[in-house]
Nanobody, 123 residues
Framework: QVQLVESGGGLVQAGGSLRLSCAASGSIVRITSMGWYRQAPGKQRELVAAIPSSGSTNYTDSVKGRFTISRDYAKRTVYLQMNSLKPEDTAVYYC??????WGYGAVREYDSWGPGTQVAVSS
C-alpha cells in the first residue's frame, strides 16, 4: 500500500513563497503520477499541478508561471514550489499519488491522498 507524508505549508504574506513536499512510502512497485490538489473553504477540490512518470507537467491556469511542480524519482517525493502567492491561493493542499503497490498478496493500483497541509496567504 502507499503512505504519503506532506510538509511545507504555513502562513505567508501575499507575494511570498512556500515549498510543499510529499514523500511516498510503502510497498510501491511503480509510481504512475504525482500531483497536488487544493480545496478552499466552500469550494470543490481542484487540481493544482501534476507530473506523470513521463516527466511532463500540467497546471491549472491560475497558477501557471507562479507554481512549479517537480519530482525526485529516487526519493519518491513530489514538490510544489509556490511563488508570488496570492490570497486566493489560500486552501488546504493535498498530495495525490497514483501508483502500483503490493497489497493483499497482489500488485494493485492505489489512488492515495495525503492528509493535507494548510496554506494561508494574507493580503
Amino acid at each position: 500500500q502507499v503512505q504519503l507524508v506532506e510538509s511545507g505549508g504555513g502562513l505567508v504574506q501575499a507575494g511570498g513563497s512556500l515549498r510543499l513536499s510529499c514523500a511516498a512510502s510503502g510497498s510501491i512497485v511503480r509510481i504512475t503520477s504525482m500531483g497536488w490538489y487544493r480545496q478552499a473553504p466552500g469550494k470543490q477540490r481542484e487540481l493544482v499541478a501534476a507530473i506523470p512518470s513521463s516527466g511532463s507537467t500540467n497546471y491549472t491556469d491560475s497558477v501557471k508561471g507562479r507554481f512549479t511542480i517537480s519530482r525526485d524519482y529516487a526519493k519518491r517525493t513530489v514538490y510544489l514550489q509556490m511563488n508570488s502567492l496570492k490570497p486566493e491561493d489560500t486552501a488546504v493542499y493535498y498530495c495525490n499519488v497514483f501508483a502500483k503497490a503490493w497489497g493483499y498478496g497482489a500488485v494493485r493500483e492505489y489512488d492515495s491522498w495525503g492528509p493535507g497541509t494548510q496554506v494561508a496567504v494574507s493580503s
